[in-house]
């Protein structure tokens, strides 16, 4: 099951910063946060992930409280294709093939981004 | 992040045959894969995880004798729907699990209609 609830749907205007929350309160101490984005009809893709630190790359800036119940995604500068399904999920550290790294993803947040 | 591809993106068959659908890790050999389903507007439910050389365990609920994973090599897997129905139809998407064992890279999916 997802260990992590985000909103249903969130807008945001072309080139603001898309700030994106995320709550995952039962979070293991050795359990890292990754984000993916879904396009309509394509499969995931990789933003960003993180332990404790905040992390940034070319997509996106990820940042982390210091107790890791929440995180936020920030778009800097969304543009029109950045609309997509956002998900939030907590990679589980022992999973049923007893090795762990399994994804159970949530419902996500759908981002939408206004001209 | 690796590279992954699908055979075939969509397929449409008819109730009562069997296809199998590929998934193919194009620059990294991944020892381990995930497949996921995928049904309109909702979010991917992991069916399985792959492992290189031996059984696939599968999530509660999933038919493994209906749902045939095979990963024989380090850059394939196939996951095969055995006697479809109309209610197998979906959106089947498959990842590796690359970049030091920490991050899943997906795969563009395949749709699936049964008639």
Known sequence: ?115 | GAVVSQHPSWVICKSGTSVKIECRSLDFQATTMFWYRQFPKQSLMLMATSNEGSKATYEQGVEKDKFLINHASLTLSTLTVTSAHPEDSSFYICSVLAGGQETQYFGPGTRLLVL
């Open chain 1, 1 to 115: 099951d997802a260990k992590t609830t985000q909103p249903t749907s969130m807008d945001c205007a072309e080139g603001r910063a898309a700030n994106l929350p995320c709550n995952h309160s039962t979070i293991s101490g050795n359990e890292y946060v990754y984000w993916y984005r879904q396009i309509h009809s394509q499969g995931p893709q990789y933003i960003i992930h993180g332990l404790k630190n905040n992390e940034t790359n070319e997509m996106a800036s990820l940042i982390i409280t210091e107790d890791r119940k929440s995180s936020t995604l920030i778009l800097p500068h969304a543009t029109l294709r950045d609309t997509a399904v956002y998900y939030c999920i907590v990679r589980t550290s022992k999973g049923k093939s007893n090795t762990g790294n399994q994804f159970y993803f949530g419902t996500g947040t759908s981002l939408t981004v206004i001209p």
